[in-house]
């Protein structure tokens, strides 16, 4: 009877230790890192290099770069070696092991007609959203066109053409609730790429990336400089070049992980033990005020209030942008008066308004002939109806 007392005992407290350890140890950050093209799909092509080997080369050293030096950070390769894959299997990838952060990495190129195809250089870092230009929109049909190497993408990728501008505005309706951590990091990894591999800055911009869009988790793509150009194409095949580009991502990781520890911990309530030896963290930023829209001017001159009790109003979107833009700011192409909404990170513009949908439709022309990717959006209560 003793024996089986102390038997039991032992057993409830190894099963307390173990339950114990399963709730204080925390969920592995689990960092997903997509080296784009591979296999049959070369990417852009330099004098001798193809994209998809520089891009492997680079994932692979920030991979082990994380691994080595960043604890409780799971690494996870979309590939580790020169295969296919489609743009939808990446996403399902960086989804299906629950992901934290996505950074897909590629190599630029331009046209072969360019009279700069020789000259041009700089790295750049994307996020998901709508083009502002013909150069952000060509650099997403170039990364999203590798959908046609497969033989049902109509029906794969929900009839999505890469080709086609009318394309992309499927990417306006999408919810990015981690537009403003994908730009922030975008940032760091912009200075880092600066600061360490002396890369020219070409910034943070936004496109219609497929791969972007699936990915539940904050997410970046990047640019590392320029394949056509020779003296680029050297740097980034060189191991020294790769070892930059890699570090410099990882200095953008490092402190974007820092970040999220500490506003984990604020959430939880914990805060770690400071020592002399260990600097105090930063207070995690305020959220940031959602800024409710200017009264709209009619054409009589007179205010009307969005927030008005039940009222629906029609209102012609035709700009979202990370920035806030002056009143008179020559991107609107003359349209007067404007309004500016924010939704997340994102200040979002429209033009004219009217409590009737047939009212607004003459507007909505007006504006469709400077911005083809115009549409109409309800408001109610001062919020935006979807």
């Known amino acids: 009877m003793k024996h089986s007392y102390c038997f039991t005992r032992v057993l409830s407290l190894l099963f307390a230790f173990v339950l114990g350890l399963s709730v204080v140890s925390a969920k592995d950050f689990v960092l997903v890192i997509d080296a784009g093209h591979g296999g049959r799909d070369a990417g852009a092509l330099g004098n001798k290099a193809k994209e998809k080997d520089i891009n492997l080369g680079v994932a692979l050293k920030l991979g082990r770069m994380v691994a080595n030096n960043v604890p409780g950070v799971k690494v996870v390769y979309t590939r580790d070696k020169d295969v296919y894959l489609t743009l939808q299997e990446r996403a399902d990838k960086a989804n299906r092991v629950e992901g934290d952060l996505f950074i897909s990495i590629h190599t630029n190129s331009i046209d072969k007609k360019s009279p700069n195809r020789k000259t041009v250089a700089g790295a750049s870092t994307w996020t998901l959203g709508l083009h502002r230009s ?192 002056p009143a008179n700011s020559k991107e609107f192409k003359g349209l007067s008066p404007v309004e500016c909404y924010k939704e997340g990170s994102m200040y979002k513009y429209t033009y004219g308004k009217s409590t009737d949908r047939n009212g607004i439709q003459q507007q909505y022309k007006k504006v469709k002939s400077l911005f083809r990717d115009a549409f109409i959006i309800q408001f109610r209560d001062g919020k935006r109806v979807k």
């Open 134 to 325: 013909k150069e952000n929109l060509e650099v997403a049909k170039r990364e999203n066109s590798v959908i046609y190497l497969e033989n049902d993408f109509s029906t794969r990728y929900e009839g999505f053409d890469p080709n086609s501008t009318e394309s992309y505005i499927i990417f306006e309706f999408m919810q990015y609730k981690h537009m403003e951590q994908s730009i922030n990091f975008a940032s760091d990894i912009q200075h880092e790429f600066v600061s360490v591999a002396n890369r020219v800055d070409r910034g943070v911009r936004q496109a219609g990336f497929w791969v972007l869009a699936k990915t539940g988790m904050p997410a970046v793509l990047v640019e590392l400089d320029f394949i056509c150009n020779p003296t680029q194409e050297r740097f980034l095949t060189s191991e020294s070049g790769q070892t930059k580009m890699a570090q410099a991502i990882y200095n953008a990781f490092v402190k974007y992980k820092s970040d999220y520890d500490r506003k984990q911990n604020s959430r939880k309530g914990s805060v770690p033990a400071v020592t002399s030896s260990t600097p105090a963290p930063a207070p995690a930023p305020a959220p940031a005020e959602v800024e409710k829209p200017a009264p709209a001017k009619t054409q009589t001159g007179k205010a009307e209030q969005d927030d008005a009790s039940g009222v629906t109003y029609y209102k012609v979107q035709f700009m979202a942008l990370p920035r806030k833009l």
